[in-house]
């Protein structure tokens, strides 16, 4: 599981910043990328990475605001040219629908693949399979905006293969049954406890991804003991005034919302072009005094999302 960050701005696409777009890739878990916003330029940020457009599987929405849906349009026409044929799944507030029917409407764009378009709703998932679950709920930015918790299932302990081929026991079908924790008998009348050849499960990751927002409790719902919450700082903590005013958090409150969620690490984005070099790095000295495990974030950075390591694991 990582994390890639396409574009890192706030507002208007900059020189050094794009405007928002984070993949997740999850190329071992399903073999499949999902997007988080799409922001003008998207595309173009792609062609800069590994990333395959036909890989795209998933693309969540947080709002409506242009500076993370105007390169929707260009993704979704250069997928369908580029081979991609499996269905694109497009998970956004109300409005989303429509303003891309419309857009390949006017433009006479055909796409070779089927759209699905599911309606954000905060009393279920949104999403779920036998590996993930995908919730959101509403936060404070004057239109709708979200943010999505994206909860790996739990894997369950791996065969220790090695401890089984030291007792001779044959490789085969009763590798399956060992593995899930029966009891068998060998040939030789043996009795071999699956459960004492089978490693402890390890726990999923939970990653949280949140919309434009001023700081709200719903964030520290969606961020409750996350291994990354990805959160705005589009002002510093002297600019909270003018961060309130439109609707947006500064880096400290970004930083409180991950020390009363117990999240372990903490990435700052979407950062006004306004924070350059020396005074960017500043938002994240001053969301570090708050919350130590921060970084902010700039475009194509690659952040890895491990699992837990516990003792036993390290024994």
Known sequence: MELQFLGTGAGVPAKHRNVTSIALKLLDERNEVWLFDCGEGTQ????????????????????????????????????SFQGGNTPLEIYGPKGIEMFIKTSLAISQTRLGYPLKFIALNEAQPIFKDLHFSVYTKKLDHGIDSFGFRVVEHDHKGELQVEKLKKLNIPAGPLYGKIKKGEIVQLADGTIVDGKKFVGPDKKGRILTILGDTRK??????????CDVLVHESTFNKDEAKMAKSYFHSTSNQAAEVAKKANAKRLLLTHISARYLGQSAL??????????????????????????????????
């Open 44 to 79: 173009m940020q792609i062609l800069r990475t590994n990333i395959r457009p036909r890989k795209i599987g998933k693309i969540f929405i947080t709002h409506l605001h242009g500076d993370h849906i105007f390169g929707l349009p260009g993704l979704l026409s250069s997928r």
């Open 216 to 225: 709200t409790e719903n964030s520290v719902i969606l961020a409750k003991n």
């Open 282 to 315: 500043e938002l994240e000295k001053e969301a570090k005094e708050v919350f130590p495990n921060t970084k902010i974030v700039k475009d194509f950075d690659l952040v890895d999302v491990p699992f837990h390591v516990h003792e036993e694991d390290q024994a």
